[in-house]
Structures are given as C-alpha cells and as structure tokens.
C-alpha cells in the first residue's frame, strides 16, 4: 500500500484527524508519522502547551494504522477502541514544534494489542512523551441521530 493511501486506514476525519502524514512502515517492526501542531493551535483553547491528551490520541491514531497494516483492515462496522494508556510526559511540546510519532509492537493478536510509542520533536528529535498502549476492535453500529 502507498504511503498516501495509508492515512484512509484512519476512520477519523478532520477536524479529528490529528495525524498528517506516515513517514515510514517497517513490518513487524514499526509505524512513524508526523503532526504539525500549529494548525490545530485554534482549536484547543490557544493554551501554551500542547495539551497531552492531543499528543496521546495522535499516538492512538498512529497505532491505529499500524494494527491494520500488522492483521487487517477495519471492516464495516468495526471501530478501534483505545482500551488504556500508560503516558510518561517528558517535556512540553510548543505548539509552533512539528512532531514524530513512533509506533513499536509488544504484542499484537488478531484484534487486540500492546505496542509502545514515542513523541519527538522535528528536527531536534528530542523525546517529549512515551507511552504504552492497548489498542482492540470492537464490533460497532452507526446510528443517526
């Protein structure tokens, strides 16, 4: 699969979509991607620092992708499901800074698994969170309000 057709692996659209682009896909091995923080800086309160749940759920999004590459893609219906996050905050990241996000397998089942990840500042590549993460696939239904 194309790097550009990697990011229709992510059922999140804009505004939600947090990632920007894939970077590199080693199998078996790891998922990098990257995020330019300055153009979600109006939509989360012009706060100082980025707020670390927006660096957790990039992480998510990254992780997301890279299961899919790993088993499956999701089916209709089916919707990933973060199931718990253990995050480690190094350092703040600026909203003006670009970052790298990196996505390592522990474990990975049919559709469940554990996989650790990194966020690094571009290009000081300087390690601001680090975080283990459980990732599953549920069966879901869309209902229209």
Not at 37 to 47: H, I, K, T
Not at 66 to 90: F, M, S
Request: net charge negative.
């Amino acid at each position: 699969m194309q790097k550009s057709n990697l990011m229709s692996l992510l059922p999140q659209q804009d505004p939600f979509r947090l990632i920007d682009r894939i970077v590199s896909y080693e199998p078996g091995q790891r998922l990098r991607a990257e995020m330019d923080l300055s153009r979600l800086y109006s939509d989360f309160g012009q706060q100082a620092i980025v707020p670390l749940h927006v660096l957790v759920e990039s992480l998510a999004q990254t992780a997301v992708i890279y299961v899919q590459l790993e088993t499956n893609p999701l089916e209709d219906h089916e919707v990933p499901l973060l199931g718990k996050v253990e995050a480690k905050a190094i350092k703040d990241v600026a909203w003006t800074q670009s970052v790298q996000l990196e996505i390592t397998p522990v474990r990975i089942l049919a559709k469940q698994a554990m996989l650790t990840g990194r966020v690094r500042t571009i290009p000081e590549e300087e390690i601001h969170l680090t975080a283990e993460l459980y990732v599953a696939v549920s069966k879901g239904q869309v209902s229209h309000l």
